[in-house]
């Protein structure tokens, strides 16, 4: 972007101009900086303010697009319970990746972890798809980001657990419901830039700017 096409309020230029005009009328001997127009301090600082929030709005591009990072929350740090009956915690993303057809594990040397997976081309739609199979919301944690009334999926029937499964006294594990399957609350989500990684977080196209990342180049 080009200092020339952004564009300011009305008024900042109205501002910039004054202090121009009466920079150019002026003696070319220059006041005390105490003495000088405060119209000029006024632009700086307008002028400085736009500079930073353009800094906030960047786009970034992303070369490897094999692992997606699907964010629960738009928050790139909080972990939260993975809600499975043995309790432990879960970290702040799900990780979201394609399988290539036909590939030949035997023939991977293992010196790239992800040599097996797809290039994404559409990674808010591969996010979208796990929130709408309930994988978004482990122990209810993003429960509040559901619209009141939204009607998703009826629990399946539980199963019980077969073999040594036990919770953290030592008992058998309760049986958990399966609520996976089509039909769960998909929020309005946005591809950022988060460790040279596609970001798809939860909110509108200001969220990146908001947690001070950048937005994926979609060209890119």
Request: proline share 10%.
């Amino acid at each position: 972007m080009n200092l020339s096409d952004i564009e300011y309020p009305s008024d900042t230029r109205h501002a910039v101009r004054a202090a121009l005009v009466r920079e150019a009328g002026a003696s070319r001997r220059r006041a005390p900086w105490w003495r000088r127009p405060a119209a000029l301090t006024f632009a700086g600082i307008a002028l400085a303010g736009s500079t930073a929030a353009m800094a906030y709005v960047a786009f970034a591009p992303v070369e490897d697009k094999r692992d997606i990072r699907c964010y629960y929350r738009a928050d790139l740090t909080s972990t939260y319970p993975a809600g499975n009956g043995f309790g432990g915690t879960v970290g702040p993303y799900l990780s979201a990746s394609v399988a290539k057809d036909g590939f030949d594990v035997s023939g991977d040397n293992g010196t790239d972890p992800l040599a097996g997976n797809q290039q994404i081309e559409d990674p808010v739609a591969l996010c979208a798809f796990n929130w709408d199979q309930g994988l978004m919301n482990p122990g209810g944690a993003t429960d509040d980001l559901i619209p009141p009334g939204f009607q998703g999926p009826a629990p399946r029937p539980s199963q019980d657990y077969t073999g040594k499964a036990t919770d953290a006294q030592g008992n058998p594990a309760p049986a958990m419901p399966n609520n996976f399957g089509p039909g769960h609350y998909v929020p309005e989500l946005t591809a950022c830039v988060v460790d040279d990684a596609v970001a798809v977080i939860p909110g509108p196209h200001s969220v990146c700017a908001q947690l001070g990342i950048p937005t994926l180049d979609s060209g890119a």
